[in-house]
C-alpha cells in the first residue's frame, strides 16, 4: 500500500515539474527565464540583475512578470499553491 503512495506523489511530482519547465519555456522572456532560474538556484539578487545587466528596479519588475506569468500558467494547468507544497514536502 506505500508503495502506490508513492508512486502516486513521484506521478504527481513529475506533472507539476513537467508543467513548471513548460511554463518557463513558453510564457517567460529569455531575461524572465534566467532570472526565475538564477532564483530556483538560490542566487543572490544582486548577482542576478548583474548577469542580466539591469538595474535592481527593473529586476523586480521583471521577477514580478515572470512569477505572475508562472502562476497563470499553472493555474491554468490545474495547479494549485497547495498541489506544489504536497509534491515537494
Given at each position: 500500500?506505500?508503495?502506490?503512495?508513492?508512486?502516486?506523489?513521484?506521478?504527481?511530482?513529475?506533472r507539476l515539474v513537467a508543467a513548471l519547465?513548460?511554463?518557463?519555456?513558453?510564457?517567460?522572456?529569455?531575461?524572465?527565464?534566467?532570472?526565475?532560474?538564477?532564483?530556483?538556484?538560490?542566487?543572490?539578487?544582486?548577482?542576478?540583475?548583474?548577469?542580466l545587466g539591469t538595474s535592481r528596479s527593473a529586476g523586480y519588475k521583471m521577477l514580478?512578470?515572470?512569477r505572475r506569468a508562472l502562476k497563470q500558467r499553472l493555474h491554468e494547468a490545474g495547479i494549485t499553491g497547495a498541489d506544489i507544497q504536497n509534491g515537494f514536502i
Open positions: 500500500m506505500i508503495a502506490d503512495d508513492v508512486l502516486g506523489a513521484d506521478d504527481d511530482r513529475r519547465r513548460n511554463a518557463i519555456e513558453q510564457e517567460l522572456t529569455p531575461k524572465q527565464r534566467a532570472a526565475i532560474l538564477g532564483e530556483l538556484r538560490e542566487m543572490p539578487f544582486d548577482q542576478i540583475v548583474e548577469l514580478h512578470a515572470a
